[in-house]
């Protein structure tokens, strides 16, 4: 297994929308299990593998408290989302450090692949369902802070901009 490189936003390649995986395979399960170690070692509950520069349907996340129950969604599709909607505080191993309100779906119905290719669906709530909607959005190509206001998103493009001018580089 190894650590994967996390795009920053605002990297163009994050608004890359991902192809459905073909076959999960071998291939497939290594990016899991990387981007699962990824995942951990950033300390994120969520990560797509639009994120780490692979454009195909995979997701990992662990919103668990004891950090050892991950779920692999491949092809995930929402086929249901309650009326209700909530407003929750999102961040992104993409948009390190920046925190804002996001409103979404309070829960979700998603019907996915797993590790082995098994067809399956979950019905997710609370941190569980505005992660998977998070997780979506960047196979769709959207970053949280699109949800943001203009003024909004340009400080923060700004700020992240300036930052990774700012450090040091490994060339």
Known sequence: MA????LRYPDPRLH???????????????????????????????????????????????TSETRDHPI????????WQSEEMRVAEEGCLSVPAIYDKVERHASVKVRALDRQGE???????????????????????????EYLSALKRDRIRTKLLKKARDEPRDD
């Open 119 to 145: 067809g399956f669906e979950m019905h997710a709530e609370g941190l569980a369902a505005v992660c998977v909607q998070h997780e979506m959005d960047h196979l769709r190509g959207k970053v949280f802070v």
């Open 3 to 6: 650590c994967l490189n996390i």
């Open 72 to 79: 692999v969604l491949v092809n995930p599709e929402q086929i």
């Open 16 to 62: 890359t929308v991902a192809r459905p995986v073909a076959a999960v395979d071998e291939r497939i399960r290594r990016l899991v299990d990387d981007m699962l170690e990824t995942m951990y070692a950033a300390e994120g509950v969520g990560l797509a593998a639009t994120q780490v520069d692979v454009h195909e349907c995979v997701i990992v996340m662990d």
